[in-house]
């Protein structure tokens, strides 16, 4: 009897704890390799078309994301700081697409001049008010702030 029992602990142990301890540590180094592809391999496209602009994230050969906003539906494009306080070197800048029912983020992690030019461009296209953050009055307070 003593035998089963300690046979059942260790099959217990055997399926479910060590694949569940398996699991996590798989999950951390699945993370870091999509995050090294993206980096080597990750390419935004932006498509400007008639009536509407299609934004592509791929990753090599795979396909993560497509968006589509309508031309008609864009509000304004608005300059966002993602990282970095006042004064820091290594501030970094986003883009945000703010539409009647949603708010689409196109860039992150990017510097104040690509995020500039990017969102001028896009402005006029859409022919809405372009809102960019000067680098020196951001405020400490937060990731997202607005002039």
Do not use: H
Not at 11 to 27: D, E
Not at 82 to 110: H, P, V
């Amino acid at each position: 009897m003593l035998t089963q029992d300690y046979l059942i602990s260790i099959l217990t142990f055997l399926f479910f704890f060590i694949p569940l301890i398996l699991y996590f540590f798989a999950a951390k180094i699945f993370n870091q390799i999509y995050i090294i592809l993206y980096f080597f391999l990750g390419k935004l496209s932006f498509d400007f078309r008639f009536n509407c602009l299609i934004f592509t994230k791929d990753i090599g050969i795979l396909t993560n994301e497509i968006q589509e906003i309508k031309r008609s539906k864009i509000q304004y494009v608005q300059q966002v700081k993602t990282s970095g306080f006042k004064g820091n070197r290594f501030s970094s800048w986003g883009l945000l697409i703010k539409t009647a029912n949603r708010e689409y983020n196109l860039l992150s992690y990017q510097s104040y001049d690509k995020t500039k030019w990017l969102g001028n461009v896009i402005a006029a296209w859409a022919k809405v008010k372009y809102l960019p953050l000067s680098p020196l009055r951001v405020k400490e307070s937060g990731v997202r702030s607005k002039s």
